[in-house]
């Protein structure tokens, strides 16, 4: 009998302490779901929408009629912004400039807080100014020339490779008679442009395997973790006891995809540098690490921050691009009226006897529009990549307290039918008046903002105009069964948003 009164204690006591931890929330934190067992809300917000975080933070933002909303990520407190206005005013604001500390940001950088993407502070401020200062000079960040060309030859070998056939055995699981498999196919222009910045030199075609090989990791690693950090974040030992269902595995193996090919770059790089003249970025950033470790013991340059500083830039190169143009290709598949208006404007304005180049960019506004309008309408990073309170603030009448992980959701403001109208309709022209782009007309923020914003989103935007029209002008594109396509496929909510890997008809336009 005393035994069963125990019981019940013990349980009647349990059940209230679960209780009061489901909603127990700082002073003047943001209302939002309970707290469950373990991970917090995450749970939660998979089952408002398992495979699309950023419609349940919406959802729940309306549910609580709050425009941010507050939970707890196993036991770190979280905030995601839904609002276009609150989005912009967390991305401009210092204090949200932080970033924060998980097992996926320590695992692709040597279990330390190395690279840019996931640093901050002093650390952070240093190294990016530095990088962007002097990887402009080889043309990241503007218009080059030597760059443009670079892209524009790896286009042509591109296009060789399904006009013409596999050269190579790799080409052979890209190409197959007037089939192309995507997204990988497009992987190498990008790719190359990025390290012909970094070492003013590039893979050449007949290894363009490597640069598949070090995609298709890239693209694992991507898919391998959900938005929000998922489970293996807030519950490392995971990666001891289930490394392929917690996504583990996939993220350590893709990400070492990628540094096996910098590091493979920056050893080549190191074992020729001369400090008495300088060919490359690399070059540069050698100089000055070699510089700073004669006048100081403590220093912020490494070859391990400089192979986590090409990674970081390799990533979205290997993976978001290329996926772009994917979305953009399903579009056409879907309102095959666009892809006729491209071809239109392709033929007029630059014709069939010479190669699109960044000068024929402001006069096909149609072309333009379709790549900003799907950046928009397709949101490639939903909630962004998370950011940390680095002291206690205020917003929007709330308390965030220190060491906050804060996202803002994209989705938000690119499906905010205030701004767009329609903007569950793909519709290009929504940015071009009179025949011309209004670029005043694109509220959209694809690069994030503030001193966060993606350092590669003019090299990015450069490149998928040339990649995409180069592309275009030599190929219509159909379904690879030849019928027409009917829906959407299925997204994959990892790191990014991306598509099953898929083949499509490209016919040689005559």
């Not at 950088?109 to 993407?117: A, D, T």
């Not at 640069?211 to 959900?226: E, I, M």
Request: net charge positive; proline share 5%; glycine share 6%.
């Amino acid at each position: 009998m005393i035994g069963a009164i125990v019981i019940v204690f013990i349980f009647i006591f349990t059940v209230v302490q679960l209780y009061k931890n489901a909603y127990k929330r700082p002073h003047k934190f943001p209302p939002g779901p309970p707290s469950l067992p373990v991970y917090g809300a995450y749970w939660l917000l998979l089952a408002k929408s398992y495979n699309n975080l950023a419609d349940a933070c919406i959802k729940y933002s309306k549910e609580y009629k709050s425009k941010v909303i507050g939970m707890f990520l196993g036991d770190i407190p979280a905030v995601v912004v839904n609002d276009p206005k609150l989005l912009r005013e967390v991305l401009t604001r210092e204090e949200f400039d932080g970033r924060t500390d998980t097992i996926t940001s320590r695992l692709r950088s040597y279990w330390k807080k190395l690279g840019i993407f996931f640093t901050d502070g002093y650390f952070w401020h240093v190294q990016r100014r530095f990088t962007l200062r002097y990887m402009r000079d080889y043309g990241f960040g503007r218009r080059d020339q030597t760059l443009e060309s670079t892209i524009a030859h790896e286009t042509k070998e591109m296009i060789d490779m399904a006009v013409n056939g596999p050269k190579y055995p790799a080409e052979k699981d890209l190409v197959k008679e007037d089939l192309i498999h995507l997204p990988h196919f497009f992987a190498a222009p990008f790719m190359n442009g990025i390290i012909h910045v970094f070492t003013r030199s590039t893979v050449p075609r007949a290894d363009y395997h490597v640069l598949w090989s070090t995609a298709r990791g890239a693209l694992t690693f991507q898919r391998s973790s959900n938005d929000l950090g998922a489970a293996l974040a807030y519950t490392p030992w995971l990666k001891d006891v289930l490394p392929v269902y917690s996504g583990y595995k996939g993220l350590k193996e893709g990400n070492q995809c990628v540094l096996d090919l910098v590091t493979k770059v920056i050893d080549e790089a190191l074992h020729s540098h001369d400090q008495s003249y300088e060919r490359h970025f690399l070059d540069v950033y050698i100089k000055k690490m070699k510089e700073e470790r004669k006048l100081m013991k403590k220093t912020t340059y490494s070859v391990d921050q400089l192979a986590l500083i090409c990674t970081d830039y390799m990533f979205p190169t290997a993976t978001a691009l290329g996926m772009v143009i994917c979305f953009l290709i399903e579009q056409m598949l879907l309102h095959p009226e666009v892809q006729e208006k491209i071809h239109e404007e392709i033929d007029r304005v630059v014709g069939r006897d010479r190669s699109p180049t960044l000068d024929d960019r402001s006069k096909m506004p149609y072309t333009e529009a379709c790549l900003r309008e799907m950046m928009r309408f397709e949101t490639i990073v939903p909630l962004g990549v998370a950011h940390r309170s680095m002291s206690e603030t205020n917003l929007d009448g709330y308390v965030i307290p220190e060491d906050t992980m804060v996202n803002v959701n994209y989705v938000s403001l690119h499906m905010d039918k205030e701004i767009w109208g329609d903007p569950e309709n793909f519709r290009p022209e929504r940015f071009i008046v009179d025949g011309h782009l209004q670029v005043s007309r694109d509220k959209s923020l694809p690069f994030g903002a503030g001193r966060r914003l993606c350092a590669g989103e003019t090299y990015a935007r450069q490149g998928l105009f040339l990649v995409f029209t180069t592309f275009m002008q030599t190929f219509q594109v159909s379904t690879a069964d030849g019928k027409p396509l009917k829906k959407s496929a299925p997204r994959i909510q990892g790191i990014i948003t991306t598509i099953p890997n898929f083949w499509i008809r490209a016919t040689p336009r005559t």
